[in-house]
């Protein structure tokens, strides 16, 4: 069971800037994606971006070009660096890990971060 834990949440003004960190129980270089979902008050958990264990890259339309995801499976850690921030960023983020095993796939969650941008 990979355990998974979020920093970096907080609150910023619209066009701020924030760094999530996510850091992993195990080695990241085992899991096959990182990624980072987030969910808004009465609305569905949506996927914001993530990355595959050979470095490869997949963003949401609503936050490509302001928002950047990057692991260091030195540290066991993958960030989300959020700049140009906006009110409809705000929401709980979760640092997601998904592992292929012998062709069973595990789901792995963080508690979740909150982030808030004020107008």
């Known amino acids: 069971q990979v355990k998974l834990v979020e920093f970096g949440g907080g609150w910023v003004q619209t066009g701020g800037s924030l760094r999530l960190s996510c850091a992993a129980s195990e080695r990241i270089f085992s899991i096959n994606t990182m990624g980072w979902h987030r969910q808004a008050p009465g609305k569905q958990r949506e996927l914001v971006a993530f990355?595959?264990?050979?470095?490869?890259?997949n963003y949401a339309d609503s936050v490509q070009g302001r928002f950047t995801i990057s692991r260091d499976n030195a540290k066991n850690t993958v960030y989300l660096q959020m700049n140009s921030l906006k009110p409809e960023d705000t929401a709980v983020y979760y640092c997601n890990g998904r592992q292929f095993v012998s062709a069973t796939m595990y789901d792995y969650w963080g508690q979740g971060t909150q982030v808030t941008v004020s107008s």
């Open positions: 990355i595959t264990s050979d470095g490869a890259t």
